[in-house]
């Protein structure tokens, strides 16, 4: 595995993109996963920097490990709009060097679907998968609740659906661990289509209102509950073992406090537990 950090936890912090890319190479990360705001105020009104500090992380064996965007996709969605906008993520991801988007699976529970929504959904995921293909970039489907990708079983389930090459899962532990699933065993069920991971934690079940989006958001609102992985609710031990010698990136999503001071030391954490302390892996290109 090859670990990135995530621009989105410095959402509400004045820093560059050029301090970010120095961070990551002075803490041994060997990626950066770019938030969608993040990346289009790159790719539109910072071009020139953006390229500069592309260089930087290349010669320090750094890659964009995915793109993190929304596209809608229920059944409201306009569907050319939300097409249009695949098609721009893809080339965004290709300026970038990213191969990977990640996007949610819908705005509702898979319980909640009428079969029509469901195919709905389906169909057009099926068809910005093509559209992605033929940029050279795969469609990321991240597990979350309140989503299509809210169970194991929906996950997998829509993995059959869609049935294309393009598609993968951003397994994301804890919210399947939120669902009921053991970590473990979510890997293993959907290690064939696992692209990416994210790892965060929390110190209890009842505090995991603090990852729903109106809250994460907020620059204001409390962090209570989100803690480093080696402190919360899951057992990160067997995880982390499971996927250390898969070749895909795993994020750091940390979406509390004091981002550079926790990340520095998760990223040192991880490196002795991974064994790779004193050395960068090669990012897969």
């Not at 721009?88 to 990640?102: H, N, Q, S, V």
């Not at 389906?122 to 970039?137: N, P, S």
């Not at 994460?216 to 990160?236: C, F, W």
Request: proline share 3%.
């Amino acid at each position: 595995m090859k670990l990135s950090l995530c621009t989105i936890s410095f959402r509400h912090q004045l820093i560059s993109f050029g301090d970010i890319v120095r961070f990551a190479g002075q803490h041994r990360f060997d990626g950066i996963e770019l938030w969608g705001a993040h990346a289009l105020h790159l790719y539109e009104r910072e071009r020139e920097e953006a390229l500069a500090q592309l260089g930087v992380m290349r010669s320090n064996s750094l890659a964009v490990s995915m793109i993190s965007d929304y596209i809608d996709i229920g059944g409201s969605a306009d569907r050319q709009a939300s097409l249009e906008k695949g098609g721009r993520l893809a080339d965004m991801a290709r300026w970038f060097g990213a191969r990977r988007i990640r996007i949610f699976a819908g705005t509702k529970a898979s319980n909640e679907m009428t079969d029509e929504e469901r195919a709905d959904c389906v169909r057009l995921i099926r068809d910005l998968c093509e559209g992605c293909a033929g940029k050279g970039v795969e469609l990321l489907v991240e597990t979350h609740p309140g989503t299509l990708a809210d169970t194991l079983a929906s996950t997998v389930r829509l993995i059959h659906e869609v049935e294309h090459e393009s598609l993968g899962i951003n397994l994301d532990f804890l919210h399947l661990w939120e669902s009921g699933t053991d970590p473990v065993k979510a890997f293993r069920e959907l290690e064939p289509w696992a692209r990416h991971f994210h790892l965060k934690n929390i110190s209890s079940a009842d505090k995991l209102d603090v990852f729903l989006p109106h809250h994460v958001y907020a620059a204001g609102a409390s962090r209570d509950g989100i803690v480093p992985l080696g402190e919360g609710a899951i057992d990160y031990a067997p995880v982390l073992q499971q996927i250390a010698d898969t070749e895909w990136f795993g994020s750091l999503e940390w979406f509390g406090h004091d981002p550079c001071g926790v990340l520095a030391a998760e990223s040192a954490r991880l490196q002795r537990i991974r064994g790779e302390a004193g050395r960068h892996t090669e990012p897969v290109r």
